[in-house]
């Protein structure tokens, strides 16, 4: 069973920047593609961005994010982090990471079904 736990949510002016963690346990981490997704509050839950187990783990932003979030991770701590720069009102949501553990070398899913394991979520709210 996989645990993941996200942090560094909270409260940031427009403009500002955040750093998310997911800090994983229970499973081999070095193995799994992970992703970032967000809710807003009536709104379905959308792809942020995501980071591939294999090579030197290639990533995959959506377009509404691309050159503001990056996303990284060690292994060694198994941890993926999501360094969001240029912060606007709309990235006010619900943050998750997911893992999925299936994923077949330098793919990374779009869709929230082919992940397994989904964190409690962190939330980010960005004020004017």
């Known amino acids: 069973q996989v645990q993941l736990v996200e942090a560094g949510g909270g409260l940031v002016q427009a403009g500002g920047s955040l750093r998310l963690s997911c800090a994983a346990s229970g499973g081999t981490f070095r193995r799994y593609t992970m992703g970032w997704f967000r809710q807003a509050p009536g709104k379905e839950r959308e792809f942020v961005g995501g980071?591939?187990?294999?090579?030197?783990?290639?990533?995959l932003n959506a377009d509404s994010v691309k050159g503001r979030f990056t996303i990284s991770r060690d292994n060694a701590k198994s941890t993926v982090y999501l360094q969001m720069n240029a912060l606007k009102l709309e990235d006010t949501a619900l943050y998750y990471c997911?893992?999925?553990?299936?994923?077949?070398?330098?793919?990374?899913?779009?869709?929230?079904?082919?992940?397994?394991?989904w964190g409690q979520g962190t939330q980010v709210t960005v004020s004017s």
């Open positions: 997911a893992a999925d553990v299936d994923a077949r070398p330098f793919t990374i899913a779009t869709t929230a079904a082919p992940y397994d394991y």
């Open positions: 980071i591939t187990w294999s090579g030197s783990g290639s990533t």
